[in-house]
Every structure is written in structure tokens, then in C-alpha cells.
T-cell receptor
Framework: GAVVSQHPSWVICKSGTSVKIECRSL??????MFWYRQFPKQSLMLMAT?????????EQGVEKDKFLINHASLTLSTLTVTSAHPEDSSFYIC?????????FGSGTRLTVV | SQKIEQNSEALNIQEGKTATLTCNYT??????LQWYRQDPGRGPVFLLL?????KEKRKERLKVTFDTTLKQSLFHITASQPADSATYLC?????????FGAGTQVVVTP
């Protein structure tokens, strides 16, 4: 089956620094990747849609200058949280697919101190 | 606005019994609905997809029903096992672009 790898699985960073999270499709080419965020005891919330070779589309209320998304190849999308603050601490999850079937990554726990 | 509601209270159930979870939605006319399992600190894992023209779908010990008139889906785990303990999410949307319910935690005790 399709495998989506996320790296790192957890990261702690200082307030004001930037953190990059990678999402890779290991055994298929993903034309579209999605980035979600999940706060404790809450549902996954879609942040943005990432299409290979084009600019990401952000959901309402998500700051595109703060959450930089790059989808430079069919197997890799990155999410960079710039100038991270404690309120950005969350569980970030990507999903990748080929327009029909989508698989979620294992998630990245970000803690900003 | 579109809403998806799941029981926020954890469902505690004895091994061997059937767990039944509810997903209600408003302001949607979905062509299909999906159920996922999420373990602590992990991403969701796809379980089942049921289409609007399907009343019921089964996969091993799992059964899903879909009532578009009631705007409700029921998710059943029969002969539950401790390994079924997890949070179960329902989701609506277009393929990968999904809106999720908050999930219902299921705890199966031996």
C-alpha cells in the first residue's frame, strides 16, 4: 500500500525560530498533498493544499507567510513554520495522493518553547 | 456553516461487545463519507468509505451505515477487542481535502 513518511516525528524549537517539516510519498507520485493541524482533543483542521509545481492554496485564517509550503517534486512537500510561537505548538499531519486515494503521514509534534 | 459532530465522550466497552459510534453532519450534501482510526500521536488511518447510494458497508468486523435523510452515519465495531481502542474519526469532503469530526475515543477493556 501507499506509504507517506513525515519527518521529523517530533521537534522542539525556541520561540522565534523556524522549523521545517517534510512529507514524502515513498512508493508513489503525489500530485497533491494536504497539510492539516490538530490541537489536543480537537479535530484535524485543513491548513493548505499543495500541488506540485504551483503555489499552495491556504484555507481561510491560515497565514501563508507564516506557514510556507513548498511542493517542488512529486514525492516531497515541505511545511516551514516561520518565527514559531508557543501558540503554533500542535500536531501537523500531511496527506498525499494521486487525486483519488490519499494516505496520511504519521504526523509531527511541534513544541515551541 | 458545515458541521460534523461526533460524541465527545469516550465510549468504554467490554471486550466482545459491539461499539456503535455516531457521526452527524449539517449543511453538507456529501457524495460519500469516510471513517478513520487515529492512535495517540499518529496520523489517521483510513478504514471505510461509504457512498450516498450505499446504505451499509462492511469490512471484517466493521460496519458503517449512511442515512442521507437523517444526515447521519453509524460506525459499528463488532466483537470488539482491546486492540480496537483508539479514536475514530468521520470525515466528509472531496477525496483528500477533508473536514473531520473531533472523533470519539473507544476504550475496550478485557
Amino acid at each position: 500500500g501507499a506509504v507517506v513518511s513525515q519527518h521529523p516525528s517530533w521537534v522542539i524549537c525556541k520561540s522565534g525560530t523556524s522549523v521545517k517539516i517534510e512529507c514524502r510519498s515513498l512508493d508513489f507520485q503525489a500530485t497533491t498533498m494536504f497539510w492539516y493541524r490538530q490541537f489536543p482533543k480537537q479535530s484535524l483542521m485543513l491548513m493548505a493544499t499543495s500541488n506540485e509545481g504551483s503555489k499552495a492554496t491556504y484555507e481561510q485564517g491560515v497565514e501563508k507567510d507564516k506557514f510556507l509550503i513548498n511542493h517542488a517534486s512529486l514525492t516531497l512537500s515541505t511545511l516551514t513554520v516561520t518565527s514559531a510561537h508557543p501558540e503554533d505548538s500542535s500536531f501537523y499531519i500531511c496527506s498525499a495522493g494521486d487525486d483519488v486515494d490519499y494516505t496520511f503521514g504519521s504526523g509531527t509534534r511541534l513544541t515551541v518553547v | 456553516s458545515q458541521k460534523i459532530e461526533q460524541n465527545s465522550e469516550a465510549l468504554n466497552i467490554q471486550e466482545g461487545k459491539t461499539a456503535t459510534l455516531t457521526c452527524n453532519y449539517t449543511n453538507y450534501s456529501p457524495a460519500y463519507l469516510q471513517w478513520y482510526r487515529q492512535d495517540p500521536g499518529r496520523g489517521p488511518v483510513f478504514l471505510l468509505l461509504i457512498r450516498e447510494n450505499e446504505k451499509e458497508k462492511r469490512k471484517e468486523r466493521l460496519k458503517v451505515t449512511f442515512d442521507t435523510t437523517l444526515k447521519q452515519s453509524l460506525f459499528h465495531i463488532t466483537a470488539s477487542q482491546p486492540a480496537d481502542s483508539a479514536t475514530y474519526l468521520c470525515a466528509l469532503g472531496d477525496w483528500g481535502k477533508l473536514q473531520f469530526g473531533a472523533g470519539t475515543q473507544v476504550v475496550v477493556t478485557p
